[in-house]
Structure formats: structure tokens, C-alpha cells
């Protein structure tokens, strides 16, 4: 019996002030960790975006070889047809010079920014049989958001699609 007794005495608990304490660092270590989380999670939603579009552009550029013809990438709004804005950001589409939908793209979430470069792919990149762009010009889509670095998807006028990092998006 005194052994009983004994041992129910040398098993302790948590005190009030322990736990208090440990909800405490538990707090300033989750206000640390929540703010990279985040930019975590943008810096992903531009990869993911940016890899959605040489994914489209890869796709394009192998059906105009399969197919022999011209295939494009544009951008769209309504996942049927081309919108002739330089907003990718609302989706692109990919079509055969006939005007028939081959694949669409929704737009990315997270309020991300792509455009083209303007001058060379404004709204269509267009493949030609031999996987060459038409015109024979290199262009690039750049992924952006306030604040974080950019990704640029490069078309080189041969056809070939690389993702880079680029600079910080004003």
C-alpha cells in the first residue's frame, strides 16, 4: 500500500503556468512561420501558372508536328475562342488553324499577372509543322505578382519553350 501511495505522489501534470507558457511560444513561433508559409504559396501558384503555359505551348508545338499543319496558343476568356487581348491571365486556349478548340486552359488563381512581351507574343503563339513559331520570332509570357520574382516562359523563334526566373514584379 505504501508503495501504491508513493508513486501516485511522484506522478505530476502540467501546471497552469507551463501550459501558459508553452501556448506562448507556441504563438510567437506560428506569427514566425505563417508569413514565409504564404510566400510559399504564391511562389508556387506562379510556378504552377508558369508551367501551365509551356505545358500548353510544348502541346501545341508537338500537335503541329504529329498534325503536319499550324497550331496555335491564344488567349481566351470563354475557353472556346480567342480573346485578341495580351491577358493571359484569363486563360488560353489551344486551336487549330481551322478555328477548332484542341485543349483550354482555365485561368490561374491567386491574382497573378501574365502578359506577353508586346512586341513579339501578344495574344497567339502560333507552331508551324516543322515546330518552328510563325513568325520565326522568339517571345516571351512573363508570370507575375506584386512583390515576388517572376517566372518568364521563352518561346525561341525554333520552337523550344524554357521557364526561367526572372526579375522582382513591381
Do not use: H
Not at 69 to 81: K, L, P
Not at 87 to 92: C, E
Not at 98 to 120: C, E, H, M, R, V
Not at 151 to 169: D, E, L, N
Amino acid at each position: 500500500m505504501q508503495i501504491l501511495l508513493e508513486r501516485r505522489n511522484s506522478i505530476r501534470g502540467v501546471t497552469l503556468i507551463e501550459l501558459m507558457i508553452a501556448i506562448t511560444l507556441l504563438g510567437i513561433l506560428l506569427a514566425l512561420a505563417i508569413p514565409s508559409f504564404s510566400d510559399l504559396i504564391t511562389r508556387t501558384k506562379i510556378q504552377s501558372a508558369a508551367s501551365s503555359v509551356s505545358v500548353a505551348l510544348a502541346t501545341a508545338r508537338s500537335e503541329a508536328v504529329k498534325r503536319g499543319r499550324d497550331i496555335s496558343v491564344c488567349t481566351s476568356t470563354d475557353s472556346a475562342t480567342c480573346a485578341g487581348s495580351n491577358n493571359w491571365a484569363t486563360g488560353w486556349v489551344i486551336y487549330a488553324t481551322a478555328g477548332t478548340p484542341i485543349k483550354a486552359f482555365d485561368a490561374p488563381t491567386g491574382g497573378l499577372s501574365l502578359a506577353g512581351d508586346g512586341t513579339k507574343i501578344v495574344d497567339v503563339v502560333t507552331f508551324t509543322a516543322t515546330g518552328a513559331t510563325e513568325p520565326f520570332v522568339p517571345g516571351d509570357i512573363t508570370v507575375c505578382k506584386t512583390g515576388q520574382v517572376s517566372k518568364v516562359v521563352s518561346v525561341a523563334a525554333s520552337g523550344r519553350i524554357r521557364v526561367a526566373s526572372g526579375s522582382i514584379c513591381p
